[in-house]
Structures are given as C-alpha cells and as structure tokens.
C-alpha cells in the first residue's frame, strides 16, 4: 500500500531551503518517493485552526520506504536544519491499497 508524509510547516525565513531542498528532493527519488504537493496556495474548508505558511505531501511505495527516507543517515542534517528554521507537524500515513 502506498504511503504519504504530509507536512504542515512554519518559517520566517526560507533561506534555508536552498540547502534543504536539492538534496532532500534526491533523497526522496533514492527511497522511491515523490511529491504530490508543495507550498503552493492554500484554502481553508472548515476548521479553525491557523493556516501553516506551507504543506508538503510526498507519496512512497509503501510505509517501508517512507521510513526508510526519514531514516537515511543522508537526510539526519537535513532535519537538523529544516527543524533549526522552522516549525513542523510531520506524520506518516498508510494509504488504501491498490485496485
């Protein structure tokens, strides 16, 4: 079954990117992973809760590759960075299985 990390981030400074984009991108190729959806503009439905400045939304092969890509030792200072720059919620999500 597929799998997706979706992210709800927030930033003052999105200078840091320039470093944590390229080689999470690469990262997230090397686990068989891809982008369905970052930044970009968003629109609250419902709720109430504060819109972040950005989403990200990456879809894997399975919860085996997702975890996989988070644990890559490659990408420990890429989350050093991105967690030293912003604030994030960060989850994991099993999606339902193929036709």
């Not at 597929?2 to 190729?29: D, Q």
């Not at 990200?56 to 996989?68: D, G, I, Q, T």
Request: no cysteine; hydrophobic share 40%; glycine share 8%.
């Amino acid at each position: 079954m597929p799998a997706y990390a979706i992210g709800r981030l927030r930033s003052k400074n999105w200078s840091w990117l320039k470093e944590y984009a390229p080689v999470t991108a690469a990262l997230i190729e090397k686990h068989g992973g891809r982008y369905l959806a970052r930044g970009g503009e968003v629109q609250r439905l419902e709720g109430e809760e504060e819109v972040p400045d950005a989403y990200v939304m990456l879809e894997f092969p399975s919860m085996e590759h997702a975890r996989a890509w988070y644990a890559d030792p490659d990408y420990a200072p890429m989350i050093e960075l991105r967690q030293a720059n912003s604030e994030i919620e960060f989850v994991l999500l099993e999606g339902l299985p193929g036709e």
